[in-house]
């Protein structure tokens, strides 16, 4: 396993190289966040061992667990499964980074609950940017107005945006919904603020999504294969 990990790693790492340089960008732009759900202790060691220090988890107590057991190591955790107002206390005292805040109601638990030893704790607000009913996320018209109202949360640092758009292997519908949520950062920079962050893309449109400007790409199964069952 931690052989067949280092191999993926080292492929995706090549991939983002290859797709920064072909349109102008530099590598070094580009967070690869690897998605761990559902794996073992042993696949996050084996990914660290590679290198990989920034790892996104869904599944609360299963993350904990994680943390927890791999705390002696300076991983990164991302949190970006669905938020639910009875889980903000553990999410804000063990993450370093939320990508799935989408109303100012778990913004402002977040930020309460966050203890004053933690460095504030990245955000980035979660936008339906193809306005899938099957997905989460505040809709780009209420985007600006969340954004305000996080910014004058002074535990919480928002990053920016991300995006799950609705399934799709028409690459010009992806590339479009990457650029909306692009052209959407833009509009809320205009408005005084200075997000650095768009998190978009996963296994299947990574290129796209960094083409269109994308700066944490989240890399599940091309790391680590197929998932496996929800714990």
Not at 72 to 96: C, M, V, Y
Not at 100 to 118: E, G, M
Not at 123 to 150: F, H, M, W, Y
Not at 216 to 229: C, E, S, Y
Request: net charge positive; aromatic share 6%; glycine share 6%.
């Amino acid at each position: 396993m931690t052989n067949d990990i280092k191999i993926n790693l080292q492929k995706i790492r090549q991939q983002i190289t290859e797709s920064c340089t072909a349109c102008g960008r530099s590598a070094s732009d580009v967070m690869l966040l690897a998605v761990s759900k559902t794996k073992p202790i042993e696949a996050i060691e084996a990914a660290y061992s590679a290198g990989q220090i920034h790892f996104g988890e869904n599944y609360l107590q299963e993350a904990i667990a994680k943390i927890n057991q791999l705390g002696q190591l300076p991983l990164h955790w991302h949190f970006i499964g669905r938020i639910q107002s009875n889980k903000t206390r553990a999410i804000a005292e063990n993450f370093d980074w939320v990508h799935t805040v989408a109303s100012y109601k778990h913004a402002h638990r977040l930020n309460d609950q966050r203890p004053p030893a933690l460095a504030e704790l990245n955000i980035c607000i979660q936008v339906n940017i193809s306005k899938d009913p099957d997905k989460s996320g505040v809709v780009a018209e209420d985007t600006l107005q969340l954004a305000r109202q996080i910014s004058q949360l002074p535990r919480l640092k928002l990053r920016g945006l991300m995006t799950i758009p609705e399934a799709t292997s028409d690459q010009h519908k992806q590339r479009q919904f990457f650029r909306q949520l692009a052209d959407l950062q833009d509009k809320i920079n205009s408005n005084g603020f200075s997000l650095d962050t768009l998190s978009m893309g996963m296994s299947g449109d990574m290129k796209i999504a960094i083409e269109e400007g994308s700066t944490i790409v989240r890399i599940g199964t091309a790391i680590f294969g197929k998932r496996d069952m929800n714990p």
